[in-house]
């Protein structure tokens, strides 16, 4: 069974800069597993910030970047507002079809 | 804009089947250009992907739930529904349909329990 791995939870400072991350069970992450991002917050459905590995949604906030590194997929805020406290969630596609969803970062603005 | 709509009993029995439609608003569900998704998510936990439909009536299934779950389109209604058969305590959740991608609309989310 294929299982994507997130850091259950991250504390940052407001104006500071956290990246959270999303490994795959199978290897390395690449393009070919069009990495998604989604921050949820409490009561919410999700909203995408992230999809196929960089691209932005137009209501994501320019301080939220995707990249790969170091055979993951990246997501990077960098000067943190108390709003990102949320939970942030990946999706990875196997096959180019088969979604699996991370088991979610908890982002703590503190 | 598209709009999604779940619609579907909250209660279902266990051993039963759990049926759930979304309801597309605002765009046609025979646009090629979505691939019509389920995703659900049990009370504070996070979030699992249950497969997906594409108007060339290509599926993907999650491994875990594909000998249980049905994605259909129905064209005339412009909705897509779930089938979950089988169901446990476990299958209890917020259900959400949802487009992903490039175009990310949502539902609302509907809570299916699964009780006796």
Redesign the interface.
């Known amino acids: 069974?294929t299982v994507v791995t997130q850091e259950p939870s991250l504390t940052v400072s407001p104006g500071g800069t956290v990246t959270l991350t999303c490994a795959s069970s199978t290897g390395a992450v690449t393009t070919d597993y069009?990495p998604?991002w989604?921050q949820?917050k409490p009561g919410q459905?999700?909203?995408?910030l992230i999809?196929?590995t960089y691209?932005k949604?137009s209501w994501t906030p320019a301080r939220f970047s995707a990249s790969l590194l170091g055979g993951t997929a990246a997501l990077t805020l960098s000067g943190v507002r108390p709003e990102d406290e949320a939970e942030y969630?990946c999706?990875l596609y196997y096959r180019g079809?088969?979604?699996?969803?991370?088991?979610?970062t908890k982002l703590t603005v503190l | 804009q598209v709009q999604l709509q779940e619609s579907g009993p909250g209660l279902v029995r266990p051993s039963q089947t759990l049926s759930l439609t979304c309801t597309v608003s605002g765009g046609s569900i025979s646009s090629g250009s979505y691939y019509w998704t389920w995703i659900r998510q049990p009370a504070g936990k996070g979030l699992e992907w249950i497969g997906r439909i594409h108007i060339s009536e290509s599926t993907s299934y999650n491994p875990s739930l594909k000998s249980r779950v049905t994605i259909s389109v129905d064209t005339s209604k412009n909705q897509f529904s779930l089938k979950l058969s089988s169901v446990t305590a476990a299958d209890t959740a917020v259900y959400y349909c949802a487009t992903l991608g490039s175009s990310d609309y949502w539902g609302q989310g509907t809570l299916v329990t699964v009780s006796s």
């Open positions: 069974q069009y998604n989604f949820q459905a999700p909203r995408a999809y196929s691209n949604h969630y999706l079809a088969q979604g699996v969803f991370g088991g979610g």
